[in-house]
């Protein structure tokens, strides 16, 4: 860590305000490096002060040294960087950005996709197409989110039909899209989508980054108690625990709480307690995470602890049904070892194994239900599963 760093990152404005100054206008690429290096380790209103620093140093005079820092590419200073760049453009600046845009690395890509969200030159268009399903993440969401400044049909609708494709990760490509380019009427299709994916619990991770959980319930109760069961099981697995912030998860669930119970909403308020006490009960979930995440994780905990497992369990029976979207997590919830036999004659075929492999589980498991489930399994690789058990 160098002396330049510790300084304009710390208190002292006799240390910082000469080291923000020459960092502007020499540029001090180098620092800025070190800056977006060591962008997890630094707290955000530590980071947030380094951008107010930086701030008050640019003008219409050296704005144009911020090029130099578009090599590194930072969330973080993004915002900066760019709407100091568009600030103060002109012609000359914009045909610069396209041609860095076009020729530029990575990185660079990432600063210009977002400057031609503050400056609409539609010379931009086709490269924000050709990398918005970049493999980049920051490259491909900002390309997005920009054409959706634009107002950009054409990929768009290139992104509601890759919905429908029969690779996962292009489904999940095309609903990172469509979040970033943030048009809700693609809501209900993503939803749709998330009912035949592999990978439904990332799919639900992004939704509520494109609608409130509260007017997709609003909208359809089913689907949106669906996805909220997809985001917990999500939780600490796929998505951070941070992210309980940002989907608002104590709030969703207080309000649940306080509904007529449905067998949809004990499903989804049971499934959360077990994931909450089993999120409390490891230390390598929580060991990383700071006060807050930790604090809100123990709250939600103590609102769900008092739950009448006993009710709940019961009326998650209701969706003990192939047709159910909540079948699966009903099958973990649910004690009811007559009506998780009846899933043996499913004509769904991963709901049988889930039912033999519940049955195992509970150490219920007969040569019966397994003689009738091997009758109803044609797909070999679950067949196989199926014998071993």
Do not use: H
């Not at 206008?25 to 997890?40: H, T």
């Not at 697995?237 to 709030?251: S, V, W």
């Not at 003990?320 to 009811?336: C, R, Y």
């Amino acid at each position: 860590m160098s002396d330049n760093f510790k300084k304009l990152t710390g208190k002292n404005p006799k240390d910082f305000e000469p080291v923000a100054f020459n960092l502007i206008n020499n540029p001090d690429v180098e620092l800025f490096a070190e800056l977006v290096e060591k962008d997890d380790f630094l707290f955000d209103f530590v980071k947030q002060n380094v951008t107010n620093r930086l701030q008050k140093v640019c003008n219409g005079s050296n704005y144009l040294n911020l090029l130099e820092f578009m090599k590194y590419y930072s969330p973080s200073y993004e915002e900066f960087v760019v709407s100091n760049l568009a600030k103060y453009a002109d012609e000359d600046l914009t045909d610069k950005m396209l041609d860095i845009f076009e020729n530029g690395s990575v990185d660079e890509k990432t600063y210009c996709a977002k400057f031609f969200s503050y400056i609409q030159d539609s010379l931009a268009i086709d490269l924000l197409k050709k990398y918005a399903f970049d493999e980049n993440s920051s490259l491909a969401s900002n390309c997005a989110q920009t054409l959706g400044v634009f107002k950009e049909k054409s990929s768009f609708n290139l992104a509601l039909e890759k919905l429908n494709s029969d690779d996962d990760f292009e489904k999940l490509a095309s609903v990172k899209f469509l979040v970033s380019y943030g048009d809700v009427s693609a809501v209900d299709k993503i939803v749709e989508a998330s009912k035949t994916c592999a990978m439904s619990e990332n799919i639900a991770s992004e939704i509520l980054y494109l609608i409130d959980w509260f007017t997709l319930y609003e909208n359809n109760k089913t689907n949106a108690l669906f996805i909220l069961n997809l985001i917990v099981n999500a939780l600490g697995e796929i998505t951070g625990l941070c992210q309980i912030f940002d989907f608002n998860l104590y709030e969703i669930f207080e309000y649940l709480k306080n509904q007529p119970l449905t067998s949809g909403i004990a499903v989804v308020l049971l499934n959360a307690r077990d994931k909450f006490f089993t999120l409390t009960e490891n230390d390598e979930y929580l060991y990383d995470e700071s006060k807050e995440v930790k604090q809100e994780v123990n709250d939600i905990k103590k609102l769900l602890t008092p739950l009448d497992t006993q009710l709940y369990r019961q009326k998650t029976d209701d969706e003990l049904d192939e047709k159910s979207l909540f079948v699966f997590t009903a099958l973990d919830l649910s004690d009811n070892i007559e009506k998780i036999r009846s899933l043996l004659t499913s004509s769904n075929q991963t709901v049988i194994l889930k039912a033999l492999e519940v049955l195992k589980s509970a150490d219920v498991l007969q040569d019966d239900d397994k003689k009738l489930a091997l009758t109803k399994l044609d797909d070999v690789n679950l067949k196989s599963i199926a014998q071993a058990m």
